[in-house]
């Protein structure tokens, strides 16, 4: 079952926050962040793993609430370069290694 | 390291016609995946391959069909090409934690 991602779009202005959730109602081992630019591929951003561990680029955080299946990506401080699609994705326990991703948040930042 | 590697970068089929769509990594990956994206919506997992030698379905498998050549090389056939086919399929590979994604291919079925 695909995860549930909110806010759909968010307007921005370089410089201000965004926070962009996803929801799971199935108990998941990962959330995994991935970020898309128009006409080109999703690229991994991080991944959130129960138990607390974190991998992924040093500018981006997030956080990962395993008793409500849900994670939420943190912007700060956004700039031009943070335009995109951002798509969380999440691997059940159990499901070898499988990804289900959400529907995505278009993230438009403004100069 | 060229990374995920896919060809053809474009394609556009009529009804009923067949293709294979053709994925490499050079990255030693065990998993490789593959995907479809709509307009507007995210990834769907089509097939999957843990290792070498084994494939499985994943959430929409019904029109195609994969081959896990050897490690590098993972194929995605359409038999006969319907409408409902066009999209833009992805490639992916994986080791640990990470995802790598091939370019994709944008298919369109007249």
């Known amino acids: 079952q695909q995860p549930v991602q909110s806010p759909q779009a968010v307007i921005l202005r370089e410089g201000e926050d965004a926070v962009i959730n996803c929801s799971s109602s199935k108990a998941l081992y990962s959330v995994h962040w991935y970020r898309q630019k128009h006409g080109e591929a999703p690229v991994f951003l991080m991944i959130l793993l129960k138990g607390g561990e974190q991998k992924g680029h040093e500018k981006i955080s997030a956080s990962f609430n395993e008793k409500k299946q849900q994670s939420s990506l943190y912007l700060t401080a956004s700039q031009l370069s943070y335009s995109g699609t951002y798509f969380c994705?999440?691997?059940?326990?159990?499901?070898?290694?499988?990804?289900?991703f959400g529907s995505g948040t278009q993230l438009t930042v403004l100069p | 390291n060229a990374g995920v590697t896919q060809t053809p970068k474009f394609q556009v089929l009529k009804t009923g016609q067949s293709m294979t769509l053709q994925c490499a990594q050079d990255?030693?990956?065990?998993?490789m995946y593959w995907y479809r994206q709509d307009p507007g919506m995210g990834l769907r997992l089509i097939y999957y391959s843990a290792s070498e030698g084994t494939t499985d379905k994943g959430e929409v498998p019904n029109g195609y069909n994969v081959s896990r050549l050897n490690k590098r090389e993972f194929s995605l056939r359409l038999e006969s090409a319907a409408p409902s086919q066009t999209s833009v399929y992805f490639c992916?590979?994986?080791?640990?934690?990470?995802?790598?994604f091939g370019p994709g291919t944008r298919l369109t079925v007249t």
């Open positions: 992916a590979s994986r080791l640990s934690y990470e995802q790598y």
């Open positions: 994705g999440t691997e059940r326990l159990g499901s070898a290694r499988q990804l289900t």
């Open positions: 990255m030693n990956h065990n998993s």
